[in-house]
């Protein structure tokens, strides 16, 4: 009886168990060599691809069967595929080196013949005498191998990065997120939808990075609060059986780096299948632009509009970012983006020339299909300024915007709760982490084993000693309301101070967005006639308060009379 091993293989743990999968295929085998009248030496189980160049468990197998010692005669499996998907030139050279060791292939169809030397009716042999006639057939199943596995990557691959380009999510979810199927035109998809329990982390990971803290700083702080990273099944390298859990890890300063350069978490794709370049993704991320750009400040820089997605890096980002100071937020002209052209009503420019003196004359201008108009910058500015300090709260707004106040806190504050709550989580975790080890050193006998215990036991003890120390921190950072808003009444009262600056210049287009019902242009400055929003008045003309109730927002102001 001539010595076998048996060799089934899959390309991923799914056809294991689905489809061809390995009993299927073992089973065939084992018939085969009942038939066959063989000897079943050793089963290989491999789950690998079989057109990888480098095959590390295959080359396993190649080993055990050419080992003189193991004394094996055939390496049997299903069929030419299960042995190699690389095509006719991979497998004759797996079928030679094989051969060249007195080991022969074959597979439980008979694709594979047994060799004939054509001279055995004269009782000669040469090299050039002996041939398989099912060589060719053999090559052609190996191309047909070869051109299937071509033909569903092909499909699989290719619907899967056709629908990431269109913004679905086809990998696994990334942390922060869980995947949700929903119905699309195009049949069921995945998306990304929030999980609140890791969101938090991410959230507070680029908040920190914004305001300036360092990586390692980062790690700690979301390690205090009770940071893990996700568990998973640890698999068998060669049969991807689950034989235990990896994760759970804290957090390091290069993961804390990897996760803030994830542009998935502003919903914005940016890998392989789009080919690096950035496609919104069918569903809204957690982490706004605004705040991903500066926590990815002089790296990364990603601009939003609608589904129009760029993304600029290092020193492109670097000139992207002075570029848009320069042309949007030059301070020398602060307001440039919100005080109209008075003739065609279009956003002005700032300029500088020089004078035959040499010194610089800065003025507002523009010339939008008309001739150029301009103003001296410090006549502009002067003149807004004068307006601005005209410009009060209508005093029927005030008990609105202490409600909205009130509410704008509510969310701080849940905010602040959910920290202070993952802390104490922290503490009640390392809590019971110290029991348990206490409850080991009463058991234990060995004076070596007690000893590594109780250094543990330190160890913990020095955690909580750190973690009660930020959960007391937390606690001090709820803020009073009432003093809050004190000082917002304070700003109420002395608008100009918030409208009149030029160091961010951002936040003052953003106020004279909301001071107005349209922008002004200069002429309504100058003569007064600006058309204010209801909620505000100047301190020159009659409150326009118009009719306040279409303000009331869900009848907020109503519900709050009384604060």
């Given at each position: 009886?001539?010595?076998?091993?048996?060799?089934v293989r899959a390309s991923s743990p799914k056809q294991a168990s689905e489809g061809d999968g390995l009993e299927h295929q073992l089973e065939q085998c084992r018939h085969y060599i009942k038939k066959e009248n063989l000897e079943e030496k050793k089963v290989f189980s491999l789950i690998e691809s079989g057109a990888l160049k480098?095959?590390?468990f295959f080359q396993e197998v190649l080993d055990h069967v050419i080992n003189k010692e193991n004394k094996i005669d055939i390496l049997l499996f299903k069929n030419i595929s299960r042995f190699t998907r690389g095509g006719g030139v991979d497998y004759l050279k797996w079928k030679t080196k094989l051969e060249q060791n007195g080991v022969r292939i074959t597979d439980v169809y008979n694709t594979i013949g047994e060799k004939i030397n054509t001279l055995d009716h004269l009782g000669i042999e040469y090299d050039w005498s002996k041939y398989s006639p099912s060589e060719p057939a053999e090559i052609e199943a190996a191309e047909q191998a070869k051109a299937d596995r071509r033909n569903i990557l092909t499909q699989t691959i290719g619907a899967e990065v056709t629908y990431t380009r269109q913004g679905y999510r086809i990998h696994g979810s990334a942390f922060g997120f869980e995947s949700k199927r929903i119905e699309t035109d195009s049949g069921k998809r995945f998306i990304l939808i929030e999980n609140p329990k890791e969101s938090f982390f991410i959230k507070k990971i680029f908040q920190m990075k914004a305001k300036g803290f360092n990586l390692p700083e980062i790690a700690n702080e979301i390690n205090r609060l009770g940071y893990r990273s996700r568990i998973k099944n640890k698999r068998d390298r060669r049969t991807k059986k689950p034989i235990g859990k990896i994760g759970g890890n804290q957090a390091s300063a290069s993961r804390i780096a990897e996760f803030l350069t994830r542009t998935i978490y502003t919903g914005v794709f940016c890998e392989k299948w789009t080919n690096y370049q950035p496609v919104k993704a069918k569903f809204p991320g957690f982490i706004d632009a605004e705040l991903f750009n500066q926590a990815n400040k002089d790296k990364i820089l990603l601009e939003i509009s609608g589904d129009e997605v760029k993304i600029f890096y290092g020193n492109e980002a670097q000139t992207e970012r002075t570029k848009k100071r320069i042309m949007k937020h030059n301070p020398e002209f602060p307001f440039k983006r919100v005080v109209l052209c008075p003739i065609c009503n279009h956003e002005l420019r700032g300029s500088a020339s020089k004078g035959r003196g040499g010194k610089k004359y800065k003025y507002y201008h523009c010339h939008q299909g008309h001739k150029q108009w301009s103003e001296g910058a410090s006549e502009f500015n002067k003149n807004v300024y004068e307006f601005i300090k005209q410009i009060k709260f209508d005093e029927n707004f005030h008990k609105l915007l202490e409600a909205l106040f009130y509410e704008e806190w509510d969310k701080k504050r849940s905010d602040v709760i959910e920290e202070s709550q993952n802390k104490e989580k922290y503490v009640s975790d390392?809590?019971?982490?110290?029991?348990?080890?206490?409850?080991?050193?009463k058991q234990v006998d060995s004076e070596l084993v007690r000893k590594a215990l109780e250094e543990d036991y330190e160890g913990v003890e020095k955690k909580l000693k750190s973690a009660r120390e930020m959960r007391d921190q937390q606690v001090k950072k709820e803020l009073n309301a009432k003093l809050g808003f004190q000082y917002a009444r304070y700003f109420m009262e002395h608008l100009e101070e918030l409208l009149i600056d030029t160091e961010n210049v951002r936040r003052q287009e953003q106020l004279f967005g909301m001071m107005f019902n349209e922008l002004p242009t200069y002429n309504q400055i100058v003569d007064g006639t600006a058309y204010l929003a209801e909620y505000f008045k100047l301190s020159k003309?009659?409150?326009?308060?118009?009719?306040?109730?279409?303000?009331?927002?869900?009848?907020?102001?109503?519900?709050?009379?009384?604060?």
């Open positions: 009886m001539k010595n076998t091993v048996i060799l480098e095959r590390e390392l809590l019971a982490e110290q029991n348990a080890i206490f409850q080991r050193i003309q009659e409150i326009r308060n118009g009719d306040l109730d279409r303000i009331r927002t869900d009848g907020l102001l109503r519900d709050r009379e009384t604060c």
